[in-house]
């Protein structure tokens, strides 16, 4: 409540050490020998104690529980592991951790029974320790203890950890804390990362990882964390999706390192491909500014390293920013006879630290430009004003009076060391070479343009028609119980429009006759297409015939099918031929939209390039449900068909909206149908007048049987719509009781400025006027998974001066609660603005965030309030809390009941 539950762990006071017999130090593991050396080298100032399980200890047993030390470190031979981590809960330590390698999973498994049986977090087993050099203690084998910095690092191999670590040794960089995971760790990267959100002495956090474990939790924890500072993340095994056989489009070309660049997109993080680009991409997140685009201003001195720049810029999808007429026509009589204002700004070899200056504020102030990258060559012989001191000094004077982000590139080695240093100590991030300072400023705008979609908190259904779910749900029963997965076209376009998706109408036809009557009443001309649901790509085996224009045609065409499709699969089963029209939009793109669903992350869509070379083109862009109209924009946006999508080769553009919409339909079938395992539109035929699905394939299996939960599939919890209600207020009107979101925040700001004094301080514990920015993107940005927090919205309605009406909303209250780590009880907290109170306001709040938390499956709900907050005291003995002292601090009453 006051602490996390892993400061005991990082920031302990006291340690508890099991390294062998202390008396015989040359009898230790090698790892012990390097912790016991890293701890007396680091200075840590807490009490040390050693114990040795093989002596005899029980009387400093006795002892040690009275005083309970904060974190035990366990360095043994592998025998003897098990029985020190049960001393250590015996004594009732805080916090473990144990220093290991190779150890199975099975005796993993068993260490972690324990650990949890004592109630203690445990890092490791497998684990080379941590780093807190800021309390000097280095608990582990991850190398000498860092400088003290504001980067965390979290990595889940021990050898990269002390790589980087080395590594950043010799470069300067410090650290707030080092964290060695392992593989087999008790404790995964989601609450380490929950913890580092937390964390003050933390400004942005790197992360190297393998694998997760949970999706759900591992996504919350990043986008909790991401909406507080930078997440810089690289992982490794790109390796494409498993290998069983793919029974649609987009299960064949989805990799699952292509899905995990959507799930990192989605968190608002960003991802880099090697470790050096771990700590270019931290230091320019560290930076005060953010860009708001990708248009990045080349100011040169050199051609051939601005030339190098622009390409690296076009090769990672960044713009090279032209500067205004009027920009130029200002900056040019600044600049010597030898600058050229093309596309870079070229200063010419003669340029001095001035003329520098002047590029670098006009570029800046320019509305064209979204960030300026600096470049530096020394010129053997230069002119007075050009040396790379005195050109540093004048741009770093410059930098941090512009708005907007300035990276710096000052090339060479010997020459501009000291430029370089002069650089970094004025906080401008500066880099040996163009391709890596470029790339440093497409971390910063990937980055804004990822905090973006972590804004987005969609509901599972959109603003549309509501779909017929429940027959969807009943068709896939029926298949399910028929033992197919796989549907046919007919059930496959059935499904797509009971979710209002636009379908070419269809009918199968079982002999010639049939199909040449059908082809009449649909009208010509028409499309064949054989219905088997063992062939997954049916023009494979002929199994396709377009424009069929005559019911002769029909006949032969129908006949040459089932003989061509026998022929090439004989043991295919062959339900007959569907009949369909032509789609009828000569002007329209072939477009695929798919689903796929990956382990771990679940459902993903995907977008793209449609028809019979689609595995070949491999155009895909994708995105996790749910989606909105922000999202379903930039999907399309991110694929190499969206060039097309406008007026192109004599054809109109086509209705995005309609492609948006259909884009979200789908984002509804998937959150309500979590049976869709695979699914296909291919092709989905648009153009300006809306789009149409021609062909579909749909594959289902049994929904997992952990299903109690809604959205239980769903690696990203959809906004809760279903817990809006209107509540009536006591002097008239009503409020609005919902779930709280990311677009909240002027509002709640608002609440928080206009509490009293003592209201505030008795909420927050705290004399602040007002939320800073980053507590408020916490409490507004939040993941409905593991916490809830529901505003009491009033509406006004005002007349204005010329007889239109207007209307405001204002946060009149909030309640929230915050699941606590043993996953089954919460803390929460309650504020109602000053002139709402003795209305019943609070009460309501209390009792609709505890009826949340109960659905949840939590057991108890708890807080702390102050001893003199009568009003609130009140409150909970009236809701029948238990409210009793708070032993850690007497300020504090703890207030709990059993849900």
């Given at each position: 409540?006051d602490?996390?539950?892993?400061t005991p762990?990082?920031t ?12 015989h130090?040359?009898?230790?593991m090698?790892?012990a020998r390097?912790?016991?050396q890293s701890?007396?080298?680091s200075?840590f100032s ?6 040795d399980i093989?002596?005899e200890?029980?009387?400093?047993l ?5 005083t309970r ?5 366990i360095?043994?031979?592998d ?10 809960g015996?004594i009732?330590?805080?916090?473990a ?5 190779g150890?199975p ?8 029974a324990v ?9 490791g087993?497998?684990s ?7 309390a000097?203690?280095?608990a582990g084998?991850t ?5 003290t910095?504001p ?5 889940q191999?021990?050898?990269l950890?002390t ?6 040794r ?5 650290f707030?804390?080092?964290v060695?995971?392992?593989?087999n760790s008790?404790?995964g990267?989601?609450?380490v ?11 942005s956090?790197?992360v190297?990882?393998?694998?997760i474990r949970?999706?759900?939790?591992f996504?919350?924890a ?5 909406s507080?500072?930078?997440?810089v993340?690289?992982?490794a ?6 290998t ?8 064949a ?7 995990f660049?959507a799930a ?15 700590f270019s ?6 930076s005060?500014?953010?860009?708001v685009g990708?248009?990045?201003?080349i100011?040169t ?14 090769e990672i999808?960044l713009?090279v ?7 130029r026509?200002q900056l040019?009589?600044q ?10 700004i070229?200063?010419g070899e003669?340029?001095?630290g ?10 800046s ?12 060559s020394?010129?053997?012989g230069g002119?007075?004003g050009?040396?790379?001191d005195?050109v540093?000094q ?14 710096a ?8 060391r000291?430029?370089?240093?002069l ?6 991030a500066?880099?040996r070479?163009?391709?890596s300072?470029v790339?440093?400023f497409?971390?910063l705008a990937?980055f804004y343009?990822?905090q973006?979609l972590?804004?987005q ?7 549309l028609?509501?779909?017929?779910a429940?027959g969807?749900?009943l068709?896939?029963e029926?298949?399910?119980a028929?033992?197919?997965q796989?549907?046919t076209?007919?059930e496959?376009?059935?499904l797509l429009?009971a979710?209002?998706i636009p ?14 009557l059908i ?5 010509y001309?028409?499309?064949l297409k054989?219905?088997?649901p063992?062939?997954?790509?049916k023009s494979?085996?002929?199994g396709?015939?377009?424009?069929v224009?005559t019911?002769?045609?029909v006949r032969?065409?129908?006949n040459d099918m ?9 043991g295919?089963r062959?339900?007959?031929v569907?009949i369909q029209?032509?789609s009828?939009k ?14 771990p992350?679940?459902?993903?869509i ?16 994708m995105?996790?449900?749910p989606?909105?109209?922000?999202l379903a924009?930039r999907?399309?946006?991110r694929?190499?068909v969206?060039?097309?999508l ?5 054809a109109?553009a086509v209705?995005?909206?309609a492609?948006?919409?259909v884009?979200?339909r789908?984002?509804?079938?998937v959150?309500?149908?979590p ?15 809306g789009g ?8 289902v299996d049994q ?6 939960q ?11 719509a279903g817990l ?20 909240d ?5 608002a609440?928080v400025?206009?509490l009293?004094s003592?209201?505030?301080y008795?909420?927050f514990?705290s004399?602040m006027?007002e939320?800073?920015?980053r507590m ?13 927090a ?5 509406h006004?309605?005002q007349?204005?001066d010329?007889g239109?009406?207007s209307?405001?909303e204002?946060i009149?209250g ?10 089954t ?8 603005a000053d002139n709402m109170a ?5 009460s309501r709040l209390?009792?609709?965030i505890?009826d949340?938390?109960r659905a949840k ?10 001893t003199n907050n009568d ?6 003995r009236g809701?029948?809390?238990?409210v009793?002292?708070?032993p850690e ?7 709990t009941?059993?849900?």
């Amino acid at each position: 409540m006051d602490k996390h539950f892993l400061t005991p762990l990082f920031t302990p006071r006291s340690l508890v050490v099991f390294a062998g017999d202390a008396a015989h130090p040359d009898s230790a593991m090698p790892l012990a020998r390097v912790l016991l050396q890293s701890l007396e080298d680091s200075g840590f100032s807490g009490p040390i104690t050693r114990l040795d399980i093989e002596g005899e200890i029980t009387a400093k047993l006795s002892e040690l529980a009275q005083t309970r030390a904060d974190l035990a470190i366990i360095a043994l031979p592998d025998a003897q592991i098990e029985a020190a981590l049960e001393i250590a809960g015996r004594i009732r330590c805080r916090a473990a951790l144990v220093l290991s390698s190779g150890l199975p999973q099975s005796t993993c498994a068993t260490l972690h029974a324990v650990a949890r049986r004592h109630g203690m977090p445990l890092l490791g087993p497998n684990s080379l320790g941590f780093q807190r050099p800021s309390a000097h203690l280095n608990a582990g084998a991850t190398g000498p203890l860092s400088q003290t910095g504001p980067l965390a690092l979290v990595s889940q191999s021990g050898a990269l950890t002390t790589s980087i670590v080395d590594w950043a040794r010799h470069n300067g960089v410090g650290f707030s804390t080092v964290v060695s995971l392992g593989a087999n760790s008790a404790l995964g990267l989601a609450e380490v990362l929950d913890y580092l959100a937390n964390d003050s002495a933390t400004h942005s956090i790197l992360v190297y990882m393998e694998g997760i474990r949970n999706a759900r939790r591992f996504m919350s924890a990043l986008r909790a964390a991401a909406s507080i500072k930078p997440v810089v993340v690289m992982k490794a095994g790109r390796k494409p999706a498993g290998t069983h056989a793919a029974r649609t489009h987009s299960a064949a070309i989805v990799g699952s390192d292509d899905v995990f660049e959507a799930a990192l997109r989605r968190a608002g993080v960003v991802r880099v491909r090697a470790f050096t680009q771990l700590f270019s991409a931290a230091k320019c997140l560290a930076s005060r500014y953010r860009p708001v685009g990708k248009r990045l201003s080349i100011i040169t001195n050199g051609g051939g390293p601005a030339v190098l720049a622009a390409d690296w810029a076009n090769e990672i999808g960044l713009e090279v920013a032209h500067l205004g007429d009027s920009s130029r026509i200002q900056l040019a009589p600044q600049l010597g006879p030898q600058a050229a204002l093309g596309q870079v700004i070229d200063l010419g070899e003669e340029a001095t630290g001035t003329h520098y200056a002047a590029a670098l504020q006009v570029a800046s102030a320019d509305t064209g430009v979204d960030g300026a990258l600096v470049i530096y060559s020394p010129k053997p012989g230069g002119l007075p004003g050009t040396e790379p001191d005195t050109v540093a000094q004048a741009v770093a004077d410059v930098a941090h009076a512009q708005g907007k982000p300035v990276v710096a590139c000052w090339m060479g080695d010997e020459t501009v060391r000291g430029a370089r240093t002069l650089l970094a100590q004025h906080a401008v991030a500066n880099f040996r070479t163009p391709e890596s300072a470029v790339e440093a400023f497409g971390n910063l705008a990937s980055f804004y343009q990822n905090q973006q979609l972590l804004q987005q908190t969609p509901p599972p259904l959109s603003t549309l028609d509501s779909p017929d779910a429940e027959g969807a749900r009943l068709l896939i029963e029926s298949v399910l119980a028929e033992r197919r997965q796989v549907l046919t076209e007919m059930e496959s376009k059935a499904l797509l429009a009971a979710f209002h998706i636009p379908v070419t109408r269809t009918m199968l036809a079982r002999s010639a006759n049939e199909a040449m009557l059908i082809a009449s009443q649909l009208g010509y001309p028409v499309a064949l297409k054989i219905d088997s649901p063992d062939i997954s790509h049916k023009s494979d085996v002929r199994g396709v015939a377009l424009n069929v224009m005559t019911a002769t045609q029909v006949r032969d065409t129908f006949n040459d099918m089932l003989a061509a499709v026998a022929k090439a699969q004989p043991g295919a089963r062959i339900h007959g031929v569907t009949i369909q029209p032509m789609s009828g939009k000569p002007n329209g793109r072939e477009l695929y939209i798919g689903m796929t669903t990956d382990d771990p992350f679940g459902p993903v869509i995907t977008f793209g390039a449609g028809g019979t070379m689609i595995e070949l083109i491999a155009d895909r862009a994708m995105e996790l449900p749910p989606l909105n109209q922000f999202l379903a924009r930039r999907l399309i946006e991110r694929a190499r068909v969206a060039e097309t999508l406008g007026p192109w080769r004599g054809a109109p553009a086509v209705d995005i909206e309609a492609l948006e919409q259909v884009l979200l339909r789908v984002s509804e079938m998937v959150c309500a149908l979590p049976q869709l395992r695979e699914m296909d539109i291919n092709p989905i035929i648009v153009d300006e007048h809306g789009g149409i699905a021609v062909d579909a394939r749909v594959v289902v299996d049994q929904a997992a049987p952990s299903a109690s939960q809604p959205y239980h599939h769903l690696a990203i919890l959809p906004y809760p719509a279903g817990l809006e209600k209107e509540w009536p207020l006591k002097g008239g009107g009503l409020c609005t009781i919902r779930p709280i979101r990311p677009d909240d925040a002027e509002m709640l700001q608002a609440l928080v400025r206009g509490l009293s004094s003592e209201s505030r301080y008795f909420r927050f514990v705290s004399a602040m006027q007002e939320m800073p920015a980053r507590m408020l993107a916490r409490y507004t940005l939040i993941d409905y998974d593991r916490e809830m927090a529901l505003v009491a919205i009033r509406h006004h309605r005002q007349a204005n001066d010329d007889g239109s009406f207007s209307d405001r909303e204002e946060i009149i209250g909030v309640s929230r609660y915050i699941t606590n780590p043993d996953q089954t009880t919460c803390e929460f907290s309650l504020v109602v603005a000053d002139n709402m109170a003795g209305q019943g306001l609070g009460s309501r709040l209390m009792l609709s965030i505890m009826d949340v938390a109960r659905a949840k499956g939590l057991s108890e709900i708890q807080g702390l309030v102050l001893t003199n907050n009568d009003s609130m005291l009140r409150l909970m003995r009236g809701l029948h809390f238990e409210v009793k002292p708070y032993p850690e601090d007497p300020d504090f009453r703890l207030c709990t009941q059993l849900l």
